[in-house]
Structures are given as structure tokens and as C-alpha cells.
């Protein structure tokens, strides 16, 4: 069975401190490994789309990266601005898009 | 901002009833999803299309039917709400393989009482 699994559920961070978000996954088939970020209140919005093993993607303060098993997306320096919830999603060979249950930041100034 | 638009945006229904949700996109893209967003568990797929006529299940499709009759528009339908359908429900789009950046609608708060 098709699963992602996001961890830590929550991550605490003070401003400035960088940390890692983890996504692990056990698919059929992975046409591609997504990153989303969502507020409150609204629908997912793309981070990024990683296609194979050993590619990164940046962007501002976030980077992330993908294995044959799982993706991280690394925060350098998080502002409170970056306080969301992160989500991972999988598209698998068919084309399902399954998702994590992400990972909730909340960054302190 | 993607061409993806769902409504109603907020609905409150009785137990037993049917609902039909909408969801529109101005993209052209091929692939279109339904999810349920519940605390705890996440986005979890409904159902899902890869193309007019073309549906298949996703993980939670107990209690729910879909039609896409036109490329632009992909119906969830509720056949008799239940309690345990209170959700919030997002619609998805993509263009498919090696074009997979999937645009969200801004979702529909269904209560069901």
C-alpha cells in the first residue's frame, strides 16, 4: 500500500534557528515527490517538485532535497513568517497524489 | 494564481441528504482530485480523474461518487451526507507527468448536521 509519512507532526523553532522536516515514503511507483506549504484557513500552496534521486531545490530560506526513500526540506534561519503547515505529497505510477499529514512550524521571534 | 475554483465555498446540509460539490478549471490540465481534509489526518484522496469519463478511487471514496462529463468540471457527490462527511473538501489539478505542480481551489466547509 502507497503511504508518506511526515515527521516531526510539530516543530517549535526561536527565529534564525535552522532545522529539517522529514518525509519518508513507500510507494508502487514515484513519478514525483511534492512539497506544499499551507496556512490557516486555505488551500495548499506548491513549494516544490523533486523527480529523482539526488536532486535539490531552492527557494528563499527553504531547500529541499529528495533519496530513493524519503525527502527533507531544510529551513535555514526561519522567520516567523515561515510558521505553516508543510506537506508532502507523493505522485504515484498511477497517477494518485497522496499526501503526508504534515508537519506544523510555528516559529518565535 | 491557477485557474481552479470550487463551490460552494461553505455549505450546511441535514443528515440524509444529497450534496454535489463543484469544482472548475480554466487550465485544460488532465488530471483532477478530490480530498477531505480532517485534524489528524490530513489530505486524504477521494477520488480522482485522469480525464473526461475517467475516474477512479482514492483511499477514502466510501460515500462519495464523481463525475467529469467535460474536461473543465469534476462533481462530488455526497449520496446521502452523513455526520462523519463534516469536512473541508479541496480540489486538485495537474497536467501529468513531468508537468505535476498541483493548484488547489480554496476548499468547501460542508457541514453536515
Known amino acids: 500500500e502507497d503511504q508518506v509519512t511526515q515527521s516531526p507532526e510539530a516543530l517549535r523553532l526561536q527565529e534564525g534557528e535552522s532545522s529539517s522536516l522529514n518525509c519518508s515514503y513507500t510507494?508502487?511507483?514515484?513519478?514525483?515527490l511534492f512539497w506544499y506549504r499551507q496556512d490557516p484557513g486555505k488551500g495548499p500552496e506548491f513549494l516544490f517538485t523533486?523527480?529523482?534521486a539526488g536532486e535539490e531545490k531552492e527557494k528563499e530560506r527553504l531547500k529541499a532535497t529528495l533519496t530513493k526513500k524519503e525527502s527533507f526540506l531544510h529551513i535555514t534561519a526561519p522567520k516567523p513568517e515561515d510558521s505553516a503547515t508543510y506537506l508532502c505529497?507523493?505522485?504515484?505510477?498511477?497517477?494518485?497524489?497522496?499526501f503526508g499529514t504534515g508537519t506544523r512550524l510555528q516559529v518565535f521571534p | 494564481d491557477a485557474g481552479i475554483t470550487q463551490s460552494p465555498r461553505h455549505k450546511v446540509t441535514e443528515t440524509g441528504t444529497p450534496v454535489t460539490l463543484r469544482c472548475h478549471q480554466t487550465?485544460?490540465?488532465?488530471?483532477m482530485y478530490w480530498y477531505r481534509q480532517d485534524p489528524g489526518h490530513g489530505l486524504r484522496l477521494i477520488h480522482y480523474?485522469?480525464?473526461?469519463?475517467?475516474?477512479d478511487k482514492g483511499e477514502v471514496s466510501d460515500g462519495y461518487s464523481v463525475s467529469r462529463s467535460k474536461t473543465e468540471d469534476f462533481l462530488l457527490t455526497l449520496e446521502s451526507a452523513t455526520s462523519s462527511q463534516t469536512s473541508v473538501y479541496f480540489c486538485a489539478i495537474t497536467g501529468g507527468f513531468m508537468n505535476t505542480e498541483a493548484f488547489f481551489g480554496q476548499g468547501t466547509r460542508l457541514t453536515v448536521v
Open positions: 487550465e485544460n490540465h488532465r488530471y
Open positions: 510507494v508502487s511507483g514515484l513519478r514525483g
Open positions: 523533486l523527480y529523482s
Open positions: 505529497a507523493v505522485q504515484t505510477i498511477p497517477d494518485k497524489l497522496i
Open positions: 480523474s485522469y480525464g473526461v469519463k475517467d475516474t
